[in-house]
């Protein structure tokens, strides 16, 4: 039987210092499976965004265990993760999170470079017509709409093939119509990819698309199901 996408197990993490310290995830024990949809729902300040910050290897947890795909990230050093996570985690933020000074193509080629491939940029410019942007390779993000440089943080997220793709409010900065596209891409791609997706929403009819709804509050687990009326093409019914 193979290891889940990702396992944690009591993860416990408090941000601040002194006073100001404050627990943002208590005593969170989470399992999902390679392959599964994923919504994490709460209200603002109830952990979601570090949670799946934390899935990814970009917030330590104080205590507990992450396990991604059978390994344990909490215990890796900054070098080891930071190659990890190239090959196994694509991230998509609600800033874009884009370098001002390259181009598209060079934006999604750079964890490619990172990573020594030879054929980075030819793989970024496939990665970038899948997303519908073959006439935007030498524009600069500023010379785009918030939904083209969501595309090409979305290529970025995706060039490396991960098997876990992480979205956090994906489509927070966008209008309800370019938003909906950006989502509908999101799933698209995940799907032919064959991997595992964890989105951070707000959105309940969004979460519903998802195959589990994952609810936080106050950081910790307020529940834990199955969508009740997945969409069937995204449930693989």
């Known amino acids: 039987m193979s290891d889940p996408a990702i396992r944690l197990e009591n993860v416990n993490l408090a941000l601040g210092g002194g006073e100001a310290r404050t627990e943002i995830l208590k005593n969170i024990s989470l399992e999902i499976g390679r392959g599964e949809t994923v919504a994490l729902l709460g209200p603002s300040g109830s952990g979601k965004s570090t949670l799946l910050m934390t899935m990814a290897g970009l917030e330590a947890p104080d ?5 991604v795909a059978g390994r344990r990230i909490d215990k890796m050093g900054e070098d080891e993760l930071a190659r990890f996570r190239g090959a196994h985690v694509g991230v998509v933020f609600q800033a874009f999170h884009l370098i001002q000074t390259l181009t598209a193509l060079e934006n999604v080629a750079i964890p490619l470079e ?3 491939a030879s054929d980075a940029f030819l793989r970024a410019r496939a990665a970038l017509k899948q997303v519908g942007l073959e006439d935007r390779l030498r524009h600069y993000p500023a010379q785009m709409s918030g939904g083209e440089q969501q595309r ?3 290529a970025r997220a995706l060039v ?3 098997s876990l793709l992480l ?3 994906p489509t927070g900065n966008l209008d309800q ?3 909906a ?4 891409l999101i799933f698209s791609l995940n799907r032919a990819l064959a991997s595992t997706l964890v989105l951070v929403t707000h959105d309940e009819a969004l979460a519903r698309r998802c195959h589990r709804i994952v609810r936080l509050r106050n950081g910790r687990i307020e529940s834990d199901a199955a969508s009740a009326v997945a969409d069937c093409e995204h449930a693989g019914v």
């Open 177 to 179: 119509t370019v938003g």
């Open 152 to 154: 090409v943080a979305l």
């Open 167 to 169: 979205a956090d409010e």
């Open 160 to 162: 490396a093939n991960p």
């Open 63 to 67: 205590s507990g265990a992450v396990r």
């Open 181 to 184: 596209e950006v989502i509908e």
């Open 114 to 116: 990172l990573a020594g």
